[in-house]
């Protein structure tokens, strides 16, 4: 019996989910008894990001949340969070963990779609395949991966397709679907302008050729007015609001909307330049393309700041075989996919309309990996197109031509299936870990600060309920910049800009906006409220005189990870500068080795570096540098720190500390021995003036402030 054409399409939207579904409970398989992955049985999520909407719906579902604590009640992800837990019969947990499996599979229903309107159903099955499990699409979509991604990719694939079928057919439906597809996309994900605004460049390139060529170009036109009213930057409830009013003019009087579109569209720009929709697409393309390693801050101080962009790692450089690997699973497959792809637009230039989501993944080589998933969906096309048309010239037999199209999508699938076995991506936060902020819930306050790193302040406000200084949305080098200060420097100066930081904080939200130390950075403000116009005379006056303190509001507890050692470095660069002339200072000296390989004469540490015992020296390549002290940390109990220290040269340069329990060496510079972050984990050694033990873990530690 043969299928009709809608059958068929069903059969291949289920089939491809079903798959995509399933290779994303592989990584299930491999820690089911992984129990440091679960919390309360069960599993938590494996990117920092997820908790920032895990908080925004868990406040949704409690009916509340303290006031500028930065919960994002409002955003798309949170609401639909809030909403499936009310619906639905599983937990909260188990919902947010796979939610990315289930929506990131959605992907294949465009792909099919869009094979399925150039008449290659086929193409689309493959591309869904293959598409939905490319690296860096299954990388940000796999069970756990819960955040914005799940649905990226999946609303302008949506929107390729809706316009595809808007040119071929000439149906006002699906610039209606179009319309509304743009407002759904922003309202998911408010930084998708960019990708919008290439799509009408696009359309707008092609109405202007049609204009000199003296075609009919009314129909393209009409979708620019839509697309051009969906992008304002209003509200998404008007305009919603304002397309339906369009759409149902457009239908019950038609003439007269042709009659005055050039003022409708004149109309529709206007308003999108006036609302502010062209402002976010230019922030975007500086954040990422036009990255400096220094930040000048708007203030009158014209201060310098670290960019965090330069440490994000999905804003670096790649190399093209990563390029091509994300993309396409492979390099030979993604040339092929490039092949495919041109091929296909030769055959059917409507899928030149896929060009906007192309440019944006090939941005990756410029501007950081995290844009190549943008172009998984064309490229998977331009494969699935490429092995259909190869499979119909090796023969006429359609059966060898299925078995031919199905093996030679094996091949391409293959190197995608191996990567999905191999990423075994941990949780965020191990068990132990999230049992001490667990605990840490019940002795904070909801008002009360953590001040950690920023990639540890949605988990932070996520288990622990409390109030964080950054997180991984406000993360700018001036905001960073005292904690970094704090962790990197000793404990009296680390106390006392601790406490600054986390009251000028609270103080801005009192702040009317026009107000100017609204729009100052904290720094900046403690300066100028202590008589200073040089931030260097004050971080050194913080250690030698008396500093104004603004009156203590709130408890603040500082956050110390074992974990935060493997990015000490990183953490030490967006205090190492001159804020007055953005100069860089010399960076610390941190090693850390766990391989390391002993004998009677020396300790090899690796790369280089050995530790002589008979002279109480460390061999650096070819130099020799003193050594100061040598620490051996051990836990006698898991609540009892044992420390031996062996003095061996008053002048040394570095010390040495064996952190016995962790099966590792530390060869630090005096500076970084004396900050807060190695006196306080490593050591345990805490003025008891200023901090007092809250919570000590082998895996992470919680310091009171106590002044």
Same mark, same amino acid.
């Given at each position: 019996?043969?299928?009709?054409?809608?059958?068929?399409?069903?059969?291949?939207?289920?089939?491809?989910?079903?798959?995509?579904?399933?290779?994303?409970? =592989?990584?299930?398989?491999?820690?089911?008894?992984?129990?440091?992955?679960?919390?309360?049985?069960?599993?938590?999520?494996?990117?920092?990001?997820?908790?920032?909407?895990?908080?925004?719906?868990?406040?949704?579902?409690?009916?509340?949340?303290?006031?500028?604590?930065?919960?994002?009640?409002?955003?798309?992800?949170?609401?639909?969070?809030?909403?499936?837990?009310?619906?639905?019969?599983?937990?909260?947990?188990?919902?947010?963990?796979?939610?990315?499996?289930?929506?990131?599979?959605?992907?294949?229903?465009?792909?099919?779609?869009?094979?399925?309107?150039?008449?290659?159903?086929?193409?689309?099955?493959?591309?869904?395949?293959?598409?939905?499990?490319?690296?860096?699409?299954?990388?940000?979509?796999?069970?756990?991966?819960?955040?914005?991604?799940?649905?990226?990719?999946?609303?302008?694939?949506?929107?390729?397709?809706?316009?595809?079928?808007?040119?071929?057919?000439?149906?006002? &439906?699906?610039?209606?679907?179009?319309?509304?597809?743009?407002?759904?996309?922003?309202?998911?994900?408010?930084?998708?302008?960019?990708?919008?605004?290439?799509?009408?460049?696009?359309?707008?390139?092609?109405?202007?050729?049609?204009?000199?060529?003296?075609?009919?170009?009314?129909?393209?036109?009409?979708?620019?007015?839509?697309?051009?009213?969906?992008?304002?930057?209003?509200?998404?409830?008007?305009?919603?609001?304002?397309? =339906?009013?369009?759409?149902?003019?457009?239908?019950?009087?038609?003439?007269?909307?042709?009659?005055?579109?050039?003022?409708?569209?004149?109309?529709?720009?206007?308003?999108?330049?006036?609302?502010?929709?062209?402002?976010?697409?230019?922030?975007?393309?500086?954040?990422?393309?036009?990255?400096?390693?220094?930040?000048?801050?708007?203030?009158?101080?014209?201060?310098?700041? !670290?960019?965090?962009?330069?440490?994000?790692?999905?804003?670096?450089?790649?190399?093209?075989?990563?390029?091509?690997?994300?993309?396409?699973?492979?390099? =030979?497959?993604?040339?092929?996919?490039?092949?495919?792809?041109?091929?296909?637009?030769?055959?059917?230039?409507?899928?030149?309309?896929?060009?906007?989501?192309?440019?944006?993944?090939?941005?990756?080589?410029?501007?950081?990996?995290?844009?190549?998933?943008?172009?998984?969906?064309?490229?998977?096309?331009?494969?699935?197109?490429?092995?259909?048309?190869?499979?119909?010239?090796?023969?006429?037999?359609?059966?060898?031509?299925?078995?031919?199209?199905?093996?030679?999508?094996?091949?391409?699938?293959?190197?995608?299936?191996?990567?999905?076995?191999?990423?075994?991506?941990?949780?965020?936060?191990?068990?132990?870990?999230?049992?001490?902020?667990?605990?840490?819930?019940?002795?904070?306050?909801?008002?009360?600060?953590?001040?950690?790193?920023?990639? !540890?302040?949605?988990?932070?406000?996520?288990?622990?309920?409390?109030?964080?200084?950054?997180?991984?949305?406000?993360?700018?080098?001036?905001?960073?910049?005292?904690?970094?200060?704090?962790?990197?420097?000793?404990?009296?100066?680390?106390?006392?800009?601790?406490?600054?930081?986390?009251?000028?904080?609270?103080?801005?939200?009192?702040? &009317?906006?026009?107000?100017?130390? &609204?729009?100052?950075?904290?720094?900046?403000?403690?300066?100028?409220?202590?008589?200073?116009?040089?931030?260097?005379?004050?971080?050194?006056?913080?250690?030698?005189?008396?500093?104004?303190?603004?009156?203590?509001?709130?408890?603040?507890?500082?956050?110390?990870?074992?974990?935060?050692?493997?990015?000490?470095?990183?953490?030490?660069?967006?205090?190492?500068?001159?804020?007055?002339?953005?100069?860089?200072?010399?960076?610390?000296?941190?090693?850390?080795?766990?391989?390391?390989?002993?004998?009677?004469?020396?300790?090899?540490?690796?790369?280089?570096?050995?530790?002589?015992?008979?002279?109480?020296?460390?061999?650096?390549?070819?130099?020799?540098?003193?050594?100061?002290?040598?620490?051996?940390?051990?836990?006698?109990?898991?609540?009892?720190?044992? =420390?031996?220290?062996?003095?061996?040269?008053?002048?040394?340069?570095?010390?040495?500390?064996?952190?016995?329990?962790?099966?590792?060496?530390?060869?630090?510079?005096?500076?970084?021995?004396?900050?807060?972050?190695?006196?306080?984990?490593?050591?345990?050694?805490?003025?008891? &003036?200023?901090?007092?033990?809250?919570?000590?873990?082998?895996?992470?530690?919680?310091?009171?402030?106590?002044?």
């Amino acid at each position: 019996m043969s299928l009709t054409e809608n059958k068929k399409l069903i059969l291949y939207i289920i089939f491809a989910f079903v798959f995509s579904f399933t290779m994303r409970l =592989i990584w299930i398989s491999e820690f089911k008894d992984m129990e440091q992955f679960k919390f309360n049985n069960e599993f938590m999520i494996n990117t920092n990001d997820g908790y920032i909407w895990a908080e925004g719906a868990r406040d949704i579902l409690a009916g509340t949340h303290q006031e500028n604590d930065l919960s994002p009640v409002d955003s798309a992800t949170s609401v639909l969070t809030a909403f499936l837990v009310k619906i639905l019969p599983f937990s909260f947990e188990t919902i947010i963990f796979y939610m990315p499996a289930f929506f990131g599979s959605l992907l294949i229903v465009p792909l099919i779609l869009i094979g399925h309107s150039i008449k290659k159903s086929e193409v689309g099955l493959i591309a869904a395949l293959i598409g939905s499990i490319a690296h860096s699409y299954y990388n940000r979509t796999m069970v756990g991966y819960y955040d914005t991604d799940l649905l990226n990719i999946v609303f302008p694939t949506l929107l390729l397709w809706s316009l595809i079928l808007a040119l071929r057919t000439k149906e006002d &439906k699906y610039i209606l679907f179009m319309a509304i597809d743009i407002i759904a996309y922003r309202w998911w994900y408010p930084q998708s302008y960019s990708l919008e605004f290439a799509f009408f460049g696009l359309i707008a390139c092609y109405v202007i050729y049609q204009y000199f060529k003296r075609q009919d170009f009314q129909f393209n036109f009409i979708i620019l007015t839509f697309m051009m009213f969906a992008m304002m930057g209003l509200d998404g409830a008007y305009r919603f609001l304002i397309v =339906i009013f369009l759409f149902g003019f457009l239908k019950s009087k038609n003439d007269l909307f042709i009659k005055y579109l050039p003022y409708v569209f004149l109309t529709s720009v206007v308003l999108f330049f006036a609302s502010g929709g062209f402002d976010p697409i230019w922030g975007e393309l500086k954040g990422y393309v036009f990255k400096d390693a220094v930040l000048v801050s708007g203030e009158d101080l014209k201060l310098h700041f !670290y960019t965090v962009m330069q440490t994000v790692r999905e804003a670096g450089h790649i190399s093209f075989t990563t390029f091509g690997e994300r993309i396409s699973g492979h390099t =030979i497959t993604f040339l092929a996919s490039v092949i495919g792809y041109i091929w296909l637009c030769v055959r059917f230039p409507i899928m030149l309309l896929g060009l906007p989501l192309v440019g944006l993944g090939f941005l990756a080589l410029f501007g950081g990996l995290r844009f190549t998933i943008y172009a998984v969906p064309v490229m998977a096309l331009g494969i699935g197109f490429l092995i259909t048309e190869c499979s119909k010239k090796m023969t006429n037999n359609k059966n060898i031509q299925v078995l031919a199209g199905g093996v030679l999508t094996l091949l391409v699938l293959f190197p995608n299936i191996k990567h999905i076995e191999s990423y075994k991506v941990p949780t965020v936060f191990s068990k132990d870990e999230v049992l001490v902020l667990d605990e840490l819930k019940s002795i904070a306050s909801r008002e009360d600060y953590v001040v950690g790193w920023w990639d !540890y302040g949605y988990p932070i406000r996520y288990y622990a309920d409390v109030k964080t200084i950054s997180d991984g949305g406000k993360h700018e080098g001036d905001v960073v910049f005292s904690t970094s200060f704090a962790l990197t420097s000793p404990q009296e100066v680390a106390a006392k800009m601790i406490r600054l930081d986390v009251e000028y904080t609270e103080k801005k939200f009192g702040l &009317k906006e026009d107000d100017i130390d &609204k729009n100052r950075t904290n720094i900046a403000s403690m300066m100028l409220d202590n008589g200073f116009k040089d931030t260097n005379d004050f971080l050194l006056a913080l250690n030698k005189k008396n500093i104004k303190m603004l009156p203590k509001t709130r408890d603040i507890y500082l956050f110390l990870p074992y974990s935060m050692m493997n990015i000490y470095s990183t953490v030490k660069l967006f205090s190492n500068i001159d804020l007055m002339s953005g100069m860089m200072g010399e960076n610390p000296f941190f090693y850390q080795t766990t391989d390391f390989n002993e004998n009677s004469d020396s300790i090899k540490l690796g790369s280089g570096i050995q530790i002589l015992k008979r002279n109480g020296l460390l061999q650096v390549g070819q130099n020799s540098v003193k050594i100061k002290r040598f620490v051996n940390v051990k836990y006698i109990s898991k609540e009892r720190l044992d =420390i031996d220290m062996q003095e061996i040269f008053y002048d040394g340069a570095v010390s040495v500390v064996y952190m016995e329990n962790y099966q590792q060496f530390l060869v630090v510079d005096e500076e970084t021995y004396n900050s807060t972050y190695f006196q306080l984990f490593v050591l345990e050694n805490y003025d008891n &003036k200023l901090f007092e033990p809250t919570i000590l873990t082998p895996l992470l530690k919680v310091y009171k402030l106590k002044i």
